[in-house]
């Protein structure tokens, strides 16, 4: 006879670690719980890491007081080869670790899981089938079907199964106008923690520009149609708009991006620069 499931999930790792060691990555590969915990209070701020991906960017977003970022393999031309290293990264720099995967590919949302990432965040999801085979590769059974190594970083755990799954943050991103009718029951899937609003594809499958009030307008009635205990995520371009839409209940947030914001400084450097060497030459 097989053993229940919550005995299964509770499985004690023998090989499990105490130390100083333990401790330290045992802390970065939990980070998704106290990124859940953010969502619950109101806000947790994040970024898009798109056009620089570098250990460098991420402590530099660090420093920043970003809560999470999302290295992005939808638009980026980073893979698997630089992928693990950035998350390692991150995570040392105490930022949790969200990945946006580039398909539906099987086993690619557990591949990147096993790398450590802290959560993932799947584009275009448009039914509650979907939304299913997304939890299916991010959670261990009964919920899902992820599959299980022993790797020596789970020697940091005392209960890896049960840790880990209540550790992984899983999004799932609403940006197709057919989503939208279905957004109820793709929320009402099991071990799905947030819902996240990609405003750019959702303008563009509703016909409209990008930046339109139908977008927004969207988003709100949306909202209307996911209970209280699954976060609400959406991308914001402009951050005095933060406080506005954390007032609608949507909490997840990524604000702009690695290369729009290194773009936005110069410019504020170079405009600050130029303007004081104008007013010097007029002084003299």
């Known amino acids: 006879m097989s053993e229940k499931p919550d005995a299964v999930m509770h499985w004690k790792n023998p090989l499990a670690v105490d130390n100083a060691g333990a401790e330290t990555i045992s802390k970065s590969l939990l980070r998704g719980i106290q990124l ?49 290293f950035l998350i390692v990264a991150g995570q040392a720099a105490g930022i949790a670790m969200l990945v946006r995967p580039w398909g539906e590919d099987a086993g690619l949302i557990g591949k990147i899981l096993d790398m450590g990432a802290n959560g993932i965040m799947v584009p275009r999801v448009e039914t509650p089938e979907r939304a299913r085979a997304v939890v299916e590769q991010a959670r261990f059974a009964p919920v899902g079907n992820r599959g299980f190594s022993p790797v020596t970083k789970y020697d940091s755990l005392t209960e890896p199964l049960a840790m880990m799954d209540e ?59 996911v209970p209280r205990e699954i976060g609400l995520g959406i991308y914001i ?41 104008a007013g010097k030459k007029r002084h003299d």
Request: aromatic share 8%; with cysteine; glycine share 10%.
């Open 36 to 84: 859940r915990r953010r969502v619950a209070a109101g806000l947790a701020l994040g970024t898009f890491v798109i056009e620089h991906p570098d250990p460098s960017t991420l402590a530099a977003l660090s420093l920043a007081g970003f809560d999470f970022v999302v290295l992005d393999m939808e638009h980026s031309a980073l893979d698997f080869s630089g992928l693990e």
């Open 167 to 225: 550790a992984t943050f899983v999004v799932v991103q609403i940006e197709g106008q057919g989503a939208l009718a279905r957004v109820a029951d793709i929320a009402a899937v099991p071990g799905i923690d947030a819902i996240f609003v990609g405003p750019y594809d959702l303008a563009l499958s509703l016909g409209v520009a990008p930046g339109s009030a139908q977008v927004y307008a969207a988003a709100e009635r949306m909202a209307q149609s």
């Open 237 to 277: 371009d402009d951050p005095a708009r933060s406080g506005e839409w954390a007032a609608r209940r949507f909490a997840l947030q990524c604000i702009s991006f690695d290369g729009r914001m290194l773009s936005s400084g110069a410019r504020a450097v170079v405009t600050q620069a130029r303007h004081g060497t």
